[in-house]
């Protein structure tokens, strides 16, 4: 029985990770929901126990250490083992540099894209390591490329990315493979509960829509790269050719993340 530590499970892409991975392994899995919101981890461990897999659920702030500490000691105490750890646990933000009067949320929100997958990964490493097991990083199109607007979000998402490729090879001789994951935009809630210049809540998308990536697609790709042990799993083809056209074109890839903007977001002269 495989057991997968899931952070941010308890709605958006985390959740329906845990669902289709209950759905398809039954009880040949053990998942380990964490997030902030026990009362949503709990109706999401309920889905996933009806389809067989066992459940844990751990009440996490991944922004703090001792809570990520306490997460994998849980889960171990519980299973005695870790055979994945997908660091899924983010929250979104949408502000213009020169608006932004009070930079102390962009520490907070470092903390939970960056050190909250730091963190988690640094405790579970010795049982990943056992087990020769899996990290899952969850970033964003975000940290491949810079969209005005989101400093702080791409930061966090950019020092990420850096981060599991630098691990992703220190990690190689022990057979631990570290996936990378970069939806583009997905049909969720979190860019609406991102912050927004004044560190409050944004209340609604900076980012055209009508494209979304439904969720299900995008966890059954994340739960597709993770099974494959793959480096990187690039959601959508405009974000495979923006890696390219970043290199050739710059200036051309800065007109496409303005055109991903609505109009009443975007930087004027």
């Not at 026990?38 to 996933?48: I, N, P, S, T």
């Not at 844990?56 to 000691?73: G, I, K, M, N, S």
């Not at 739960?223 to 200036?251: H, N, Q, S, Y």
Request: charged share 20%.
């Amino acid at each position: 029985m495989d057991v997968i530590i899931i952070t941010g499970a308890s709605d958006g892409i985390g959740a329906e990770v845990a669902r289709q991975l209950a759905r398809a392994r039954g009880k040949d899995v053990a998942l380990v929901l964490a997030a902030r919101n026990e009362a949503a981890l709990q109706a999401v461990a309920a889905d996933c126990s009806a389809a067989g897999a066992a459940t844990l659920v751990v009440a996490t702030d991944v922004a703090r250490q001792e809570q990520c500490r306490h997460l994998v000691a849980a889960a171990v105490e519980r299973f005695g083992r870790i055979d994945a750890l997908v660091n899924n646990a983010g929250r979104s933000a949408h502000a213009l540099f020169e608006e932004v009067t009070d930079l102390g949320w962009y520490e907070e929100l470092m903390k939970v894209n960056l050190w909250g997958a730091i963190w988690c990964t640094h405790a579970a490493l010795p049982y990943l390591k056992a087990a020769q097991g899996r990290i899952v990083a969850v970033s964003s199109l975000a940290g491949l490329v810079g969209v005005p607007g989101r400093t702080a979000y791409g930061a966090s998402k950019f020092a990420m990315a850096g981060f599991f490729e630098a691990l992703r090879a220190e990690m190689k001789p022990y057979g631990v493979s570290v996936t990378t994951a970069y939806p583009g935009v997905v049909d969720t809630q979190i860019r609406y509960r991102g912050y927004n210049a004044a560190g409050g809540e944004l209340g609604k998308s900076s980012l055209r829509e009508d494209a979304a990536m439904p969720v299900a697609e995008c966890a059954g790709l994340i739960i597709d790269g993770m099974a494959g042990r793959k480096r990187e799993v690039v959601m959508t083809a405009r974000g495979k050719l923006g890696r390219w056209l970043k290199l050739l074109a710059p200036g051309l890839i800065e007109k496409m993340a303005l055109n991903a903007l609505k109009d009443d977001v975007k930087p004027h002269s």
